[in-house]
């Protein structure tokens, strides 16, 4: 059957019809293309929040650290009966001979993940020292022992040792920094007996720390030792004798605590005080004592490490 003249060029015309459907399908699919971009490129989505991100790494350096502890405190404590334990935390652990009893006590784990380590799909890796304190027997010297333990995380909650531990030696001792309190109070300034009056009532039975402190700072009483006397307080910069209302002082005080047996436990506050009234009042305990700028740091002795 051949084709008419006619349906020749209807199926022409319909051709070239089709092409620039077509052709206007691709320029306007480009053209909301290029405005998404410029969408994004004018506003561009939030970023993740600091926030998130730092609680997920710190989530997730808390648990191998959690993590470390429990797997070097089973090695080093483990018996033939606790052959699991070992294999649950340990790859390979079928080459070690476990004795009969717990070799050694531990105690007072500490651990901090130090390093992170190379990353794959779904796994990060940590380098972990967990610090312990050991005994061979109940009465035996403690001994303190530092053990670095390499650990794997997948998908973010899913860890396991990559080997055994190693031991390793302390860290090293750091540097002594120089405090900033040049000035001496002696016992009989009137500061020195608002300082011995709060940290009595702070830390014995005494009742009426509400006389020695502002109403915002927070402190009650801990009644947690029978005596306390204050032996040396040193403040950053001379007092006034009528100081003004809000003005602040920082000082640092040596105290001497002593518990119901008997036992003394040596205790320095750095704390500030602030004037009301013309008197001073306690409105915290510091948490980092004063620091003096023109003392460069000095290196502790080699002795201490």
Known sequence: MQLTTTWRRRLTTAGQGSAKVIVVIL??????????????????PDPPSIAVTARSVGNQAALVESYAIDCVTVLLTASSSRAAEVARCFPDSTD???????PR???AQAASATLLGQTG??????????SVTEQPYSNAPPVRGYYQLPVSVYGGVAPRAMAKPARRDPPPPGVDVALD????????????????GFLTCYLTEASGIERFVTVDSGLGALRAYSHASVS?????????DAPIDGEQLRVWVSVSARSADYSTTPLEYPLTLRAAGGAWSVAGIDPVPAIDPEAPPGPAAAGLR
């Not at 320029?27 to 561009?44: C, D, E, R, T």
């Not at 070690?96 to 717990?102: D, G, K, N, Q, V």
């Not at 000035?183 to 608002?194: P, R, W």
């Open 27 to 44: 320029v306007a699919s480009a053209a909301l293309n290029g405005l998404s971009i410029m969408w994004q490129w004018v506003f561009p």
């Open 96 to 102: 070690m001979t476990l004795p009969s009893t717990p």
């Open 105 to 107: 006590i531990v105690s």
């Open 121 to 130: 799909t779904d796994v990060v890796t940590y380098g972990v020292v967990v």
């Open 181 to 196: 309190y040049p000035v001496t109070i002696t016992n009989d300034a009137a500061l020195a007996s608002v300082i011995a």
């Open 232 to 240: 040396a307080i040193r403040a950053q910069q001379k007092t006034p």
